[in-house]
């Protein structure tokens, strides 16, 4: 990001005109508008009283750490979340934010850090999570900001998921209007360049990584007709969902833990003892097995390695812990047989 990006970026979140910033270094509002056109620069002079005012360091205001490239971020990423697994949440939570102050202007390490503490909070038993939650919040807002729109939009659908969650439905709804339409499709157009330019491998990664998107978005749209058709009662259509789930499922080589967790959730919500208990095994072993694209020639070009083992024991133990509490199953919370089948996952 260059300084002038920098200078109406912070002056943003100072909640400043440029007017008053002008006033506080003691120079004129045309001057600041041309700061942030790029037509000029400010004048050595004024850079600390500026930074100071911004509130960033003189190297955050002249770029000199500037954003992180994908790797890095997804480095630290993974750095991240071994800290959290090892260290522990307060740690890897301190970590995580004085890398976001050392690279402020970076929108997609703050959202990448972000989604990672919410993904931990879930995982393990944290302290004072609603602290955590408020500030993994204000993370989330300061990139809905965000120039770059893709990154904008992937943070504000994180905030309507958290608003709906908490049934808070006018936060969900300001925020469902701050979507932004993209118009166009900039991977189809970069795609057929590659294609064109014969950088088939590159072609190949990326058009790959399309199907992979359609192929979830489909999954996830199914999910959501299926729990629509459990809250009306309309069993039959639920189950003819999960079916098309379960072929969409098979056709595009994605984990069969998603249709697995649809049928057990309709076999439970119908209190089918058998089939629940079936489902819900077959959900269990998958987890714990894990999944590989790598393993799938639909995405032999982006695949993504097999999660670690630990983590993998980690999320099952969750899942177990929370059929264990679940009220849906009270059915079959204390027959021989579901304990059997969660016994075998322990």
């Known amino acids: 990001m260059k300084i002038n990006e920098i200078i109406r970026e912070k002056r943003k979140l100072e909640n400043l005109t440029q007017e008053q910033l002008a006033e506080k270094l003691g120079i004129s ?27 960033c360091d003189l190297n955050t205001l002249l770029s000199f750490k500037d ?45 990448t850090v972000a989604t990672i503490l919410q993904g931990s909070l879930v995982m393990y038993d944290v302290k ?31 905030l309507i998921s958290k608003y709906l969650g908490a049934k808070d439905y006018i936060k969900a709804q300001e925020y469902i209007d701050k979507l932004q339409d993209i118009t166009y ?32 978005d489909i999954m996830i749209n199914l999910t959501s007709l299926i729990q629509i058709a459990l809250n009306e009662n309309r069993d039959s259509d639920a189950l003819d969902y999960a079916k098309v789930l379960e072929d969409t499922t098979k056709l595009y080589d994605l984990w069969d ?16 003892k058998d089939n629940s208990l079936k489902y819900i095994d077959k959900m269990l072993n998958s987890m714990k097995d894990g ?40 059915f079959l919370r204390d027959t ?6 969660l016994d075998k996952y322990i």
């Open 291 to 330: 999944f590989s694209l790598e393993e799938y020639k639909l995405y032999k070009n982006v695949y993504t390695k097999k999660s670690e083992v630990g983590f993998n024991d980690k999320m099952l133990s969750l899942m177990i812990s929370n059929l264990k509490s679940d009220d849906s199953l009270e």
């Open 128 to 158: 004072e999570k609603e602290r955590y939650e408020n500030y993994i919040e204000e993370l989330y807002i300061k990139v809905s900001n965000s120039e770059d729109i893709n990154l904008k939009n992937s943070a504000i659908s994180l």
């Open 29 to 55: 509002a045309p001057a600041v508008n041309k700061w942030e056109k790029g037509s000029c620069y400010p004048d050595i002079t004024l850079l600390p009283r500026l930074a100071r005012i911004l509130k």
């Open 67 to 111: 954003d992180l490239t994908d790797k890095e971020v997804g480095d630290f990423a993974n750095e991240l979340a071994i800290i959290i697994g090892e260290e522990g949440f307060s740690v890897g939570f301190n970590k995580a934010i004085d890398k976001i102050q050392e690279y402020q202007t970076s929108d997609k390490l703050t959202l």
């Open 336 to 341: 021989k047989e579901f304990n059997e089948t």
């Open 185 to 216: 499709d900039k991977k189809q157009l970069q795609g057929n360049l590659y294609l064109n330019s014969k950088e088939y491998e590159k072609a190949a990664k990326l058009f790959e990584g399309k199907l992979l998107s359609t192929a979830n």
């Open 257 to 272: 833990y998603n249709y697995y967790s649809a049928y057990s959730m309709i076999y439970i919500k119908l209190k089918d």
